[in-house]
């Protein structure tokens, strides 16, 4: 390393207290003062988060001498001017279950760097070290992407030979130490490698009876999918730039979903009903699911982690960065996502299509499409995406679903109009080699919003500026009926049943039904009912979420009726007429595809 390195050190103390102790030593700061801030917000999670408001102490010294603070913004910190070497210590409240923060009980660690890690400013180029403590009476093992320390500095709390992998660790710079999340405690934990790399899952939580082996084995199917994807000649993983293996790590609990991706590991959280059990012939339904989860955050070692939109390259983890294209960064890798379960042949056409169906119902069941573009959705994620309200599906359409569709629907026009000697693949593979496989060696650059178009002209010789702006920045549906057509695919409309409907969403509020949302236009919107109104009887009849549901209640209607309809807005009782609509064809069938793929 040419320049000494930032070195930092990180300690669960506190288990039962959720408290990390952080501390960061800089050994030539500023001497003008030097700034230390946490990022605002997390890559991949487009919302700012104020990871600093969990630091619940701050401290600064050299040597023996404290050091003064003063805070500069919600996140910065300058230190009083010393000659060094500076240290800064934190403590950080952990008690965030979820892919985004830190999380610290007698079970378990887990954490972001972006949660715990403070940034010197100016220094950020700097290589970086840091090393893990293992806390007091337990036998906890590290789970990590980053390589270990070659030449680790001396630390008198240091574990040098990596006891249960608690030691230091190296990174090449600041955007490469956040970009590495750990986990530390006694989870499950198989591996595998796929097209000779060496891959890890870890999974936390109770999980009797967990089917490792099965996991493991259709999800190297998909990882190695992948990877002869984006590098059909050499079969080389991407991850493989800044590290050694790339790791999975799940939390596991009786209810969550989600996922965040870095260079070379992912986080997700999993329902334990999805995961497979030893002994199951059939894994569970949500089994698909998950598998749809890991695959999509494994894609995203390519698209969005590598492959970057320009405004990402460097991010900027200060503000809100604005970008119009995650309708291709998030969209395409949801399209691709269950498309590479199907490649791997971890599920059968069958399953595929009906996964697709639901895709294209989901995105047809929100009558926002129609008031926003996926280009205007990417760009408002930070103050409308992910800040979601009851009123949303009307207002919002999501750039992970419709962008999936038009990802879709651009494979067949491309498919189409080259008879098959062409498809999307070919431009992620452009993608791939113009702005993504050297991305971390020296030559990053981001894609341009106008960058696209031409790319794929470049790549398949197929013109898609109309699609683009009537799909992308026009409000447009897919034509995905006549575009299956040419593939020999039906595409159909059925309702989910013949109840007559309110045209609501509901949830459960205990034994209450409360309208989650009503859509635009449909009979509780014309008959005045409103998001957030407990249902309490239709004609007299009560409404529960145990004894009478709403759909038994309905059940005994007819479509066109006119009923009362009683409700409790706030405290206050009130009574509607509302008219019952017809069931809508709202569930989208494909038949068996032939020759899409």
């Known amino acids: 390393m040419n320049s000494k390195p930032i070195l930092y050190s990180l300690e669960p103390f506190d288990l039962a207290g959720h408290r990390f102790r952080v501390t960061v030593t800089i050994p030539k700061p500023n001497p003008q003062g030097q700034i230390v801030s946490l990022p605002a917000w997390i890559p991949g999670s487009y919302l700012i988060r104020d990871f600093s408001r969990h630091i619940e102490t701050i401290s600064a010294r050299s040597g023996n001498r ?9 996140h910065s910190w300058r230190i009083e001017p010393c000659t060094g070497p500076l240290h800064v210590t934190t403590t950080v409240y952990a008690w965030d279950l979820s892919v985004r923060g830190a999380h610290l009980d007698e079970t378990h660690g887990f954490l972001n760097g972006t949660s715990v890690y403070l940034r010197p400013h100016g220094l950020e180029e700097h290589p970086c070290q840091v090393t893990l403590i293992a806390p007091a009476s337990t036998n906890w093992r590290v789970f990590t992407s980053l390589p270990q320390a ?8 240091a574990v040098k030979d990596y006891v249960n992998g608690f030691g230091t660790y190296e990174a090449n710079n600041y955007d490469d130490l956040i970009d590495h999340p750990i986990e530390m405690g006694r989870p499950q934990v198989v591996r595998f490698n796929a097209c000779g790399a060496a891959h890890e899952m870890v999974f936390t939580g109770i999980i009797p009876n967990l089917d490792l082996k099965r996991i493991a084995r259709d999800v190297k199917a998909i990882c190695e999918t992948q990877i002869r994807f984006f590098e ?12 050694l293996k790339y790791v999975f790590m799940t939390m596991v609990t009786g209810d969550s979903y989600g996922g965040l991706e870095h260079r070379a590991s992912t986080a997700l959280m999993a329902a334990r009903k ?57 969209g395409f890798t949801s399209y691709y996502d269950d498309l590479m379960l199907l490649r791997s042949g971890v599920i059968n056409e069958s ?89 971390y060696q020296g030559a990053a650059r981001g894609l341009k919003e106008k960058a696209f178009v031409r790319l794929v002209a470049d790549c398949t010789g197929v013109d898609i500026s109309e699609p683009i702006a009537r799909w992308v920045y026009g409000r447009e549906d897919v034509p995905l009926r006549a575009l299956f057509a040419q593939h020999h695919i039906d595409m159909h409309w059925r309702a989910a049943n013949q109840l007559p409907t309110l045209d609501v969403r509901t949830r459960k509020q205990g034994d209450h039904v409360v309208l989650a949302t009503v859509f635009e236009h449909g009979a509780a919107h014309q008959g005045g009912l409103s998001a957030h109104d407990t249902l309490i009887a239709i004609d007299g009849v009560r409404i529960d979420s145990v004894n009478n549901s709403l759909e038994s209640v309905l059940a005994r209607h007819l479509s066109g ?29 494909l038949k068996p595809m032939t020759t899409l793929l």
């Open 66 to 74: 404290r050091l003064s603070l003063v805070k500069l913004d919600n």
């Open 150 to 157: 070659a030449q680790p500095t001396s630390s008198p709390k």
């Open 232 to 243: 059909p000649h050499t079969g080389h993983a991407a991850f493989l730039d800044t590290a």
């Open 274 to 330: 999805d995961l497979p059990t030893l002994g199951q012939k059939k894994a569970p339904e949500g089994y698909q699911t998950f598998l749809g989860l890991v695959s999509h955050e494994y894609f995203h070692t390519w698209n969005v982690k590598r492959i970057k939109p320009a405004a990402f390259a460097p991010y900027d983890l200060t503000k809100e960065t604005h970008t119009r294209l995650l309708w291709i960064f998030e």
């Open 351 to 439: 399953d595929y299509l009906q996964t697709l169906g639901k895709q294209i119902s989901g995105v047809y069941a929100t009558p926002g499409r129609h008031k926003q573009s996926v280009a205007e959705s990417s760009f408002d994620a930070w103050s409308r995406y992910y800040k979601q309200d009851e009123n949303s599906p009307n207002a919002l359409v999501s750039y992970y679903t419709k962008g999936s569709l038009i990802a879709l629907g651009l494979d067949l026009t491309i498919r189409n109009a080259t008879n098959q000697a062409f498809s999307l693949d070919d431009v992620m593979r452009g993608l791939w080699e113009q702005y993504g496989r050297d991305f």
């Open 561 to 589: 009726e006119r009923v009362k309809v009683h409700v409790f807005r706030r405290d206050e009782l009130r009574e509607f007429s509302v008219k019952l609509a017809a069931p809508a064809q709202t569930q989208c069938q």
